[in-house]
């Protein structure tokens, strides 16, 4: 599917200009329920008290009002001849913030012009991720070079950083941070066999770094006020990220797990939902591969899969952890995993609401005021015609998006 996307700009918010916007008739999120009441947005950041002055008044016409969503893993947004169409998705479906953890850095900046704007999609960029040789991404980053769409300059220093040893990391590292990353991408694969796999060519790709250098890098990343966020494939994974002290666990345990054979490494404990609580470690989804966990004709992996991903949610969920949505899925976006959530039934509706428009966002851009409705927060939010909280399909049902004062068509 593609999108147009035109922008009416209400007012010259972004020019830096004086302009007061109201919005009437709209029922505006409260964390709770929904409020009918009159909202201004005066310079892009919300008040309740009618200003001085007000130059445009729009009609929300009943509209359930509820914060912009979040993407809090994919690597959609790059410079190619899709970016228009993938930001006008992003736009059309209400998703004003994502996070891309490992990112080519001339893809990112060919599209500096486009993303981070008043009307535009607020993006932030890993660069490239740290991983040991023959590990996720070089895979990637070969099939690239083989189709003649990457060259090798786009390999080591670029797309991925390869950390074989603290020698490597102590000669790249100054780099790193040189290239001005928005936070640092670690790659976990399967650390309890770190040894094992380390030199055995038969499992390229599916091998992560040495887990006892992970806490040695989030050191240094803190040191440099920059976040770190960990891929990882199972539990040994998530239990080394979260006892090095990483930010973000940028999968769920058996994110790759197709479902069949044994799922004992991706069934998360009590206590690692705990010890991720206590360290105020947030994880990111990324389970639905843009499939409905209730679709018809589900094979038996299929429901397998779906088991172990609803319990593993539910004791994060029960021990309090921070969860946020993302999809990782290449040509889609967290709408996809956000229904597939909605599936699983974990969360009620309103849990799940916040999740992606409150929480997703809050952990994409830490220090903004984003994410709730009320004064002093940027005024950005998009209008449902229905209440998600009776159905969360309602969030499909987009009337109006505005972002920092800017009506979005």
């Given at each position: 599917m593609?999108?147009?996307?035109t ?12 302009s ?19 909202m ?28 912009p ?12 001849s899709?970016t ?11 998703i ?12 990112s ?32 980053v ?11 300059e786009?390999?080591?220093g ?12 102590d ?7 040189a ?16 040894a094992?796999r380390?030199?055995?060519?038969t499992?390229r ?18 040191e440099?006020?920059l976040r ?11 239990r ?17 797990w ?10 998360l404990s009590?206590?690692?939902?705990m010890?991720a ?12 591969f843009g ?6 004709g ?7 899969r ?15 952890v ?18 597939y ?10 849990e ?18 984003i ?8 005024a ?5 015609e229905?209440n ?17 004062g800017?009506?979005?068509?």
């Amino acid at each position: 599917m593609r999108y147009a996307l035109t922008l009416l700009m209400l007012s010259s918010t972004a020019a830096g200009a004086q302009s007061a916007i109201e919005f009437t008739r709209g029922r505006w999120f409260n964390g709770r329920d929904f409020d009918a009441r009159v909202m201004y947005a005066e310079n892009g950041v919300f008040q309740s008290r009618r200003p001085a002055t007000v130059d445009t008044t729009i009609d929300l016409a009943g509209g359930f009002v509820v914060p912009p969503f979040g993407e809090a893993h994919n690597h959609n947004i790059e410079g190619s001849s899709r970016t228009d169409a993938t930001l006008a998705r992003y736009i059309a479906e209400g998703i004003f913030y994502v996070m891309n953890p490992n990112s080519l850095p001339r893809s990112s900046a060919a599209v500096a012009d486009k993303v981070n704007k008043p009307n535009a999609v607020d993006v932030i960029f890993a660069n490239g991720g740290l991983n040991v040789s023959g590990g996720h991404p070089h895979d990637l980053v070969q099939r690239n070079i083989g189709r003649g769409s990457w060259t090798l300059e786009d390999a080591e220093g670029a797309f991925y950083h390869t950390i074989d040893d603290r020698a490597a990391l102590d000669a790249k590292w100054p780099a790193i941070v040189a290239g001005k990353p928005d936070f640092i991408k670690i790659y976990l694969l399967y650390s309890n066999e770190y040894a094992k796999r380390k030199d055995d060519s038969t499992v390229r790709g599916m091998k992560g770094l040495d887990p006892t250098l992970v806490p040695e890098i989030v050191r240094r990343a803190h040191e440099a006020g920059l976040r770190v966020g960990a891929h990882i494939e199972n539990v040994a994974d998530f239990r080394t990220a979260v006892a090095s002290g990483v930010d973000a666990i940028m999968h769920m345990p058996g994110y790759g797990w197709l479902g069949s054979g044994d799922s004992a490494q991706y069934l998360l404990s009590e206590a690692d939902a705990m010890e991720a609580a206590r360290h105020r470690t947030s994880v990111v989804t990324t389970l639905a591969f843009g499939q409905r966990a209730n679709a018809p004709g589900r094979t038996p992996s299929q429901v397998r899969r779906n088991a172990i991903n609803a319990a593993n949610l539910r004791t994060l969920k029960a021990a309090g952890v921070s969860i946020a949505i993302g999809s990782d899925n290449y040509g889609a976006t967290s709408r996809s995993e956000a229904l597939y959530l909605s599936d699983l039934a974990v969360w009620s509706n309103l849990e799940l609401l916040k999740l992606w428009s409150e929480t997703t966002p809050a952990l994409i851009f830490p220090a903004r005021k984003i994410a709730v409705l009320r004064d002093g927060f940027e005024a950005s939010f998009v209008v449902l015609e229905q209440n998600p909280l009776d159905d969360f399909a309602n969030v499909l049902r987009i009337t109006r998006r505005v972002k920092q004062g800017n009506l979005l068509h």
